[in-house]
């Protein structure tokens, strides 16, 4: 575990404004959507079920060609600092998903300002649950259920499986914000969403698994040293929980364009999230 240094506000601030650390943060995102759109529309998928009454809480799901029942699921939340994006601009990872036979959920959830942080922590769990109940119609296998998330999206997905009252096959955390101590203390808490309370209940140690749960953290060679740190953290918190844990650097990879790994099934993070899902049945 890596020693936390205690930062000042503009230090934090630095550590955690992407678009300073990827200046073409907007563009690879208007490249995730196009790619995004053109999955969709050769998929055969089921888009903005609800989970929920509010028109946020919806989900998507892209089969693979020719599902078979009793397919693995991997369920995944957007990142964006809880305050934006949207599930539509990462339809792209199902390309890679499919190729194990996988279903790919795609979640939204209800976002910053208009929302506060324990609603969007209970739509994280809201989506989990919605998918063990429901994705067998889907031909999907409930108890083989992957749970995925990028950077603010890692922290509901580790959220998601700390509290899910039925056993998570396994995890992955793309660049995750799991310690939100330093979130509280930078320019993201501005809108004041985070206090000593909240930090304490959702992250960081609390967002380990109490049953032996896979789990991979990734992140880019090219992250701020706030987000390695998180990753590098996590996972020894996961690991002393007694669950396998796995943390790797990502070459050639920043905030952004570590993502488009996911949906790359010949890129070194697809290979290994392979190794979590093998990992589920030592």
């Excluded at 020693?3 to 563009?27: A, C, H, M």
């Excluded at 890692?154 to 009252?165: E, T």
């Excluded at 909240?198 to 953290?217: D, E, I, R, T």
Aim: hydrophobic share 35%.
């Amino acid at each position: 575990m890596t020693q936390t240094i205690k930062l000042s506000k503009e230090e934090l601030n630095k550590e955690y404004f992407v678009r300073g650390l990827v200046p073409e943060w907007d563009t690879k995102i208007k490249e995730f959507a196009k790619t995004s759109q053109h999955k969709r529309k050769e998929a055969e998928k089921y888009e903005n079920i609800p989970y929920g009454k509010n028109p946020r809480q919806v989900l998507d799901i892209i089969l693979p060609k020719h599902v078979l029942k009793n397919a693995p699921v991997l369920l995944f939340f957007h990142g964006g600092y809880w305050r934006m994006m949207d599930k539509s601009e990462f339809s792209f990872i199902a390309a890679a998903m499919e190729t194990s036979g996988a279903i790919t959920i795609l979640a939204n959830y209800r976002l910053l300002p208009d929302y506060n942080f324990d609603q969007i922590i209970e739509d994280s769990n809201k989506a989990l649950s919605w998918v063990f109940n429901n994705i067998d119609e889907y031909q999907g296998d409930s108890n083989n259920v992957f749970v995925c998330g990028h950077s603010a999206g890692a922290q509901l997905a580790a959220n998601a499986v700390v509290n899910s009252p039925k056993k998570v096959a396994g995890f992955i955390g793309i660049s995750g914000v799991y310690d939100l101590q330093p979130i509280k203390n930078c320019f993201l808490n501005d809108i004041k969403f985070l206090n000593d309370e909240l930090v304490s209940q959702y992250s960081a140690k609390k967002l380990v698994p109490k049953y032996n749960c896979p789990a991979l953290f990734v992140y880019g060679d090219k992250e701020s040293n706030e987000f390695i740190r998180q990753s590098e953290d996590q996972a020894s918190f996961w690991t002393h929980s007694n669950s396998h844990a796995k943390c790797a650097k990502i070459k050639n990879s920043n905030h952004a364009t570590i993502v488009e790994q996911l949906g790359n099934s010949k890129s070194e993070m697809y290979k290994l999230f392979q190794t979590v899902i093998k990992s589920k049945d030592e």
